[in-house]
């Protein structure tokens, strides 16, 4: 599946779906259209992607289905939405975005495709008693993602579930293993080379992470070359 389809599926059903910085407004109408959307809205903090959702909404006569928005984040959003997307962008400024508009995210589901510093939002997220019910690990055009799917829920993570992902620690998908299983493989071929001795510290420790996500489904499989 490819990411927007994706992003559109976890929507499933939502009565009116938020999208923040919506570009072409692609996931929303595939989400109206094909995953049981009733609304949605298309925001940006800028007007040039938002003529271009504004084209893509009319070409697929959703006008009456899709409002537009300019907004920087939740500012000027005053519209209901019980679901929320916010993806394609670093996880430091997403948090910033929900940090700022946390008074209307009370109630509602948030999906959230960081593309970085997935642990300092993870760990943003758990600090704001938001749970993650869900993620997911995506291959699109051969780059990395992760989703997550969050509400407005206490919950207790670890510093290892906060930097790999709880639910995603939990799945173990090929996509996710993979990812790691080429981490690892790099960083056990350069380790070696680093002189600094922290650095090499922190190295090791990185390799015993990865190790420690990838053993359990590879184990006799896969060599280790690091002890």
Avoid: W
């Avoid at 389809?5 to 779906?17: D, I, K, P, T, V």
């Avoid at 394609?88 to 948090?95: A, C, D, N, S």
């Avoid at 869900?134 to 829920?153: A, G, H, P, R, T």
């Amino acid at each position: 599946m490819q990411r927007i389809e994706l992003l559109a599926s976890l929507a499933m059903g939502s009565n009116s779906l938020l999208d923040l910085g919506c570009d072409h407004a692609y996931v929303l109408i595939e989400a109206i259209k094909k995953y049981d959307v009733k609304k949605g809205i298309a925001s940006d903090i800028s007007n040039g992607p938002l003529k271009m959702a504004k084209d893509s909404i009319i070409k697929s006569n959703l006008e009456d289905k899709i409002e537009i928005i300019l907004s920087d984040g939740f500012k000027n959003i005053n519209s209901y939405f019980d679901t929320c997307i916010i993806a394609g962008m670093g996880g430091l400024l997403i948090k910033d975005i929900i940090d700022a508009g946390l008074s209307k995210l009370d109630n509602k589901k948030l999906i959230l495709e960081p593309n970085n510093k997935q642990y300092e939002l993870r760990k943003y997220l758990n600090q704001n008693e938001f749970k993650i019910i869900d993620e997911y690990s995506i291959l699109d055009q051969n780059k990395y993602y992760e989703i997550i799917v969050v509400i407005k829920e206490k919950e207790i993570l670890s510093e290892f579930e906060l930097k790999y992902g709880p639910i995603l620690l939990k799945k173990r998908d090929e996509i996710f293993l993979n990812y790691y299983l080429n981490k690892y493989n790099f960083l056990n071929d350069i380790y070696k080379d680093i002189t600094d001795p922290k650095l090499r510290n922190e190295k090791i420790e990185l390799l015993n992470e990865y190790k420690s996500i990838l053993e359990d489904n590879y184990g006799e499989k896969i060599h280790f070359k690091h002890n």
